[in-house]
């Protein structure tokens, strides 16, 4: 059961390159979202969707886009990366409202 | 300012004491989730309330959603090292899509 798979793990910008951070699902959820969280802080939303083709933004989604072409997929973008975007990304789905999120594992980015 | 206040911020205690996390909000939710995360993880959900005054328990982790549906507590009974953790809890407004989460409680049970 592969859940919510994120790519990379690990990454290092330098200011002003791009990337982009995969996030995919394998359990057929149509609500998806991408949070941030900050050394010893909760999570904060950046974007989220309710299914393919709809997309919404949270609490934080200056700085990032999201696309949503397919179920299983739901891509961060940074295009401009900044040092205030140091943080470790947790992708989530879930199924119903009641339904717990899945979260992945997280993709640590450090920009220097 | 955060929707969800999260008390205390940090708590260290010795195996075999008790403790209570809480979580305070002036919005009501329909629904509150409380997540453990441990290091170099995604959170995991630990339980679910929906119901005013409802109290769940885990094991040794009992779990109250107040009356008015505004906050929650978390209470461990002789905590153990492998409770050690960052405790979130989460709100889903009435019709919402998303999850608000509290700002967190870092707890750690010595041996």
């Known amino acids: 059961n592969a859940g919510v798979t994120q790519t990379p793990k690990f990454r290092i910008l330098k200011i002003g390159q791009s990337m982009t951070l995969q996030c995919a699902q394998d359990m057929n959820h149509n609500y998806m979202y991408w949070y941030r969280q900050d050394p010893g802080m909760g999570l904060k939303l950046i974007y989220y969707?309710?299914?393919?083709?709809?997309?919404d933004k949270g609490e934080v989604p200056n700085g990032y886009n999201v696309s949503r072409s397919t179920t299983e997929d739901f891509p961060l973008r940074l295009e401009l990366a900044a040092p205030s975007q140091t943080s470790v990304y947790f992708c989530?789905?879930?199924?119903?409202?009641?339904?717990?999120?899945?979260f992945g594992d997280g993709t640590r980015l450090s920009i220097l | 300012t955060q929707l969800l206040e999260q008390s205390p911020q940090f708590l260290s205690i010795q195996e075999g004491e008790n403790l209570t996390v809480y979580c305070n909000s002036s919005?009501?939710?329909?629904?509150l989730q409380w997540y453990r995360q441990e290091p170099g993880e995604g959170p995991v959900l630990l339980v679910t309330v929906v119901t005013g005054g409802e109290v769940k328990k885990l094991k040794r982790l009992t779990f109250q959603f107040g009356d008015a549906r505004k906050d929650s507590s978390l209470h461990i009974t002789a905590a153990q090292p492998g409770d050690t953790g960052l405790y979130l809890c989460a709100g889903v407004k009435a019709a919402g899509n998303k999850l608000t989460f509290g700002g967190g409680t870092r707890v750690l049970v010595k041996p």
């Open positions: 969707s309710v299914g393919a083709g709809i997309t």
């Open positions: 989530a789905s879930r199924d119903t409202e009641l339904q717990p999120q899945h």
């Open positions: 919005s009501v939710f329909s629904s």
